[in-house]
């Protein structure tokens, strides 16, 4: 049952402690679908002007950054979120990245090299769709990665966002929770919804049977790298309503902390407008 909607700071509802919530709940805010809709479009024109001013922050030399981490068992919804989360700003101030396996080349790199350079520039929010964290997950479920190799990964990340954290840059981690359940109804719909069939993966079947194990690596990971400068949130995403409406509210109230600014102009605001007054329509 959903809480009361109170005005609760979402992120201190959501923020992984202890036991997720349940993936068809609803722990703070809107417990309907219309309600949230609703809310959705206001949290849009709120978003989309932080971020403006974000963006503004970095042309005038700020060096802040947001970088949204989305992670989740396959079809919780991390590019629906990114189309409809991140579709309600500026597509100029946001830098998208999709994590998949690593190409041969990657491979030939630290597991971190193709994450520093998708990383967001000053006024950007960067949204990772999987991220760093695969490289902990794929291969601790395939059995590839010893105890040890699985401890210095989360020292090395743990490292590498306090670093991001360090230069200006706040890293928003979200893990979109989805039942089996309402896993088996997407992957249906995709096989008997021709338009959807492009997203079917026949690997998808392969990952979901080792469910408890991915389950006990998120756990691991979320035990090893929440920390103060860079914690973990759980979305309930049963219900697309909700985990849109719930990201875009995470997203509002970091962006709310930081206070983004515009940055002062370097010239005679009333000079430029005295020299607008004599300007005519070109011939």
Do not use: C
């Not at 703070?28 to 963006?55: I, M, N, T």
């Not at 970088?67 to 579709?87: A, Y």
């Amino acid at each position: 049952m959903a809480k009361k909607d109170d005005g609760s700071r979402v992120r201190d509802a959501l923020r992984i402690g202890g036991k997720l919530p349940d993936p068809g709940s609803a722990p703070v805010g809107p417990g309907k679908k219309p309600k949230a809709l609703a809310k959705l479009d206001s949290a849009g024109e709120r978003l989309s002007a932080l971020q403006e001013s974000l963006y503004a922050e970095g042309v005038g030399g700020g060096s802040r950054s947001v970088l949204l981490v989305l992670q989740g068992m396959d079809t919780s919804g991390k590019g629906g979120t990114v189309s409809h989360v991140l579709g309600l700003v500026d597509p100029m101030g946001v830098r998208y990245a999709a994590f998949k396996k690593p190409t041969a080349a990657e491979q030939r790199h630290h597991y971190l090299w193709r994450i520093r350079k998708q990383l967001p520039a000053p006024g950007q929010i960067g949204v990772f769709d999987r991220s760093h964290y695969e490289d902990i997950l794929v291969p601790r479920v395939s059995g590839l990665l010893t105890d040890a190799e699985r401890r210095r990964r989360y020292a090395e990340i743990t490292a590498f966002e306090q670093e991001l954290a360090d230069a200006g840059t706040t890293v928003l981690k979200v893990f979109l929770h989805i039942s089996p359940e309402e896993q088996l109804k997407r992957l249906k719909a995709r096989l008997v919804t021709p338009e959807k069939r492009w997203k079917y993966n026949p690997g998808d079947l392969e990952a979901r049977s080792h469910w408890p194990a991915y389950e006990k690596a998120y756990t691991d990971i979320f035990e090893h790298t929440s920390t103060a400068y860079a914690p973990w949130y759980a979305v309930p995403a049963d219900h697309k309503w909700y985990r849109n409406w719930a990201v875009a509210e995470l997203l509002i109230e970091t962006l709310a902390d930081l206070r983004p600014r515009f940055p002062e102009p370097d010239y005679d605001v009333d000079a430029e407008l005295a020299k607008l007054k004599g300007v005519g329509v070109p011939a």
